[in-house]
């Protein structure tokens, strides 16, 4: 197996895109890679783009083919790799894996979603859990993480203003990041007086529904310093798989395939979480990032919302968490989340990411799931 070295990333606005289609979004991110990279197209040996549904979003199939077209990348293999809201993670390690295996050398890999276009995005998303057991019954997104978010305050004595700092948190993020869909900061007031969604999560607990791509240009670490002064070392990519539905879990507060990946993750990178300084975890409702925090070991089970109350979690705390805004307030194209986590960390070790940059950041994480945890993809990364 060989090194992988990032050599280029880029991020679209994401929010709603009124004036851009899918495949205008999703040019722009993988033409703005490309050059990030300083390659040219041709350079490119093979594409995975991840998306969640583009045909329950815009009737449009085949998307790895349209792609390769309107992209100009064409003739090159292209795959769309689909693991719901960890789509974009799985792309990113498909093109990690093949430059790994020696059977390509310079890959990109991408993620898009359009969402706006459709009015039941929530049914649409909803398509992701087990439609048996939970969407069917109305138990979709909002309200399985509204009976995590509720099992936790249960068990742990978790509070309703320990949630809502953590949506405050990602705010302040997001007002200094210009590629954020809410760039603008909130309080725990507006949070707690937001309109209610699935008891006990409120508006401002939630990711909302975004438009928005992202991309990451890969190739050999041994190559990488031919094209940029500062390659991004991939030091692991893991994955692991959950149970689908929430009631086939022992402990809805804890997602195991989270804590399967990362601790893979870390045995790869042979690091610990304490060599860890920027982290970009899966805050799709807010409960979610208190989850990430302790899942991947940061904090103990249970001591999740009291961490954030305290402040370890922001640009200037202990562990910086979703220095980007998160999902949460960066935005949640579902299918480019997990690129434009990657890519958010890749600013930050390259010392590139403006007001929000974290001092001295070497190493740095990135966690993406799909559905309540049916899928995990962890990323380790350095400089
Ligand atoms: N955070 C902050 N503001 C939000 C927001 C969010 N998550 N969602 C919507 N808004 C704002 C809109 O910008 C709009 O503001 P405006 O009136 O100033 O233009 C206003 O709230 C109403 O927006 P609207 O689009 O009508 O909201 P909605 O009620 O249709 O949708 C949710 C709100 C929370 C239901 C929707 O965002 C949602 O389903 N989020 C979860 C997505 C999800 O499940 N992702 C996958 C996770 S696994």
């Known amino acids: 197996m060989r090194d992988v070295a ?55 199939e085949h998307i790895a083919s349209l792609i390769a077209d309107h992209t100009g990348f064409n003739p090159i293999p292209s795959t769309r790799v689909e693991a719901a809201c960890a789509s974009g993670g799985l792309a990113l390690r498909q093109g990690i894996m093949a430059v790994a295996s020696g059977y390509y050398d310079t890959v990109i890999s991408a993620g898009v979603e ?7 995005a929530t049914d649409a998303i909803a398509a992701a859990s087990d439609q048996e057991w939970e969407a069917k019954i109305g138990a979709n997104f909002p309200s399985l993480y509204a009976m995590m978010a509720r099992r936790h305050m249960y068990e742990y004595g978790t509070t309703r203003e320990q949630l809502a700092m953590m949506s405050v948190i990602s705010h302040d993020n997001a007002s200094k990041n210009p590629r954020a869909q809410f760039p603008f900061k909130i309080t725990v007031d507006q949070v707690l007086n937001s309109t209610k969604v699935a008891d006990p999560l409120r508006l401002l607990d939630c990711s909302p529904i975004t438009d928005g791509a992202a991309a990451i240009i890969l190739c050999p670490a041994e190559d990488a310093k031919k094209y940029t002064d500062t390659p991004i070392y991939v030091k692991a990519s893991t994955q692991a798989s959950g149970t689908i539905a929430l009631h086939d879990r022992k402990d809805i507060t804890t997602i195991d395939s989270t804590k399967i990946a990362a601790k893979k993750a870390f045995e790869m990178a042979n690091i610990t979480n304490k060599d860890i300084d920027a982290l970009e975890v899966h805050d799709c409702f807010s409960i979610n ?55 958010e960390i890749v600013w930050q070790l390259r010392g590139e990411a403006g007001k929000r940059q974290i001092e001295g950041a070497e190493v740095g994480m990135t966690q993406n799931i799909g559905g309540t945890g049916g899928t995990a993809a962890i990323h380790i990364l350095s400089r």
């Open 6 to 60: 990032i050599i280029g990333v880029s991020q679209t606005k994401f929010g709603e895109l009124w004036d851009s289609s899918f495949s205008q979004i999703i040019t722009e991110a993988g033409v703005a890679a490309v050059e990030d990279a300083n390659i040219q197209g041709d350079d490119l040996d093979a594409m995975f783009v991840g998306n969640m549904t583009s045909g329950l979003f815009i009737q449009q």
């Open 114 to 120: 359009k969402m706006t276009d459709v009015v039941d």
């Open 289 to 343: 990032g208190i989850l990430a925090i302790e899942d991947l070991g940061f904090v103990k089970k249970g001591e999740g919302g009291k961490a954030v109350e305290e402040g370890m979690t922001q640009l200037d705390g202990e562990i910086p968490v979703n220095p980007s805004g998160g999902l949460k307030a960066r935005g949640h194209p579902l299918g480019a989340t997990g690129i434009a986590q990657v890519a």
